[in-house]
């Protein structure tokens, strides 16, 4: 069992940037590929990041891409979301997700989930 804290959201303009934080229980994070999902208000959760066990290779999901960085620190047990030049259509609520599984773009290869912090990006 896993579980999943995320904190650092909030309300920022567009163009700056914000560190989100999601802290794991457990003794078996390191086992875990994390992930960022993100779900805006009328629409479906949406892929972000994924980061592998290592933590040596990422992936991003292309509206993301050269703006958002995901990293993680397994003898803290926390991953991060670092968002720069945050645009107003970044604005939902992001999701911190574990996958024992591998590489997961999708909601449905999700073992585990946070229960989401709001992320606001004004004009």
């Known amino acids: 069992q896993v579980q999943l804290l995320e904190s650092g959201g909030g309300l920022v303009q567009a163009g700056g940037s914000l560190r989100l934080s999601c802290a794991a229980s457990?003794?078996?994070?390191?086992?875990?590929?994390m992930n960022w999902f993100r779900q805006a208000p009328g629409k479906e959760r949406e892929f972000v990041a994924v980061?592998?066990?290592?933590?040596?290779?990422?992936l991003y999901g292309d509206s993301v891409k050269g703006r958002f960085t995901i990293s993680r620190d397994n003898a803290e047990n926390t991953v991060y979301l670092q968002m720069n030049s945050l645009k107003t259509e970044d604005t939902a609520i992001y999701y911190c997700?574990?996958?024992?599984?591998?590489?997961?773009?999708?909601?449905?290869?999700?073992?585990?989930w946070g229960q989401g912090t709001q992320v606001t990006v004004s004009s």
């Open positions: 457990g003794r078996t994070f390191s086992r875990y590929y």
């Open positions: 997700a574990a996958s024992g599984r591998g590489v997961m773009t999708s909601t449905k290869g999700i073992d585990y």
């Open positions: 980061i592998t066990t290592t933590g040596l290779s990422t």
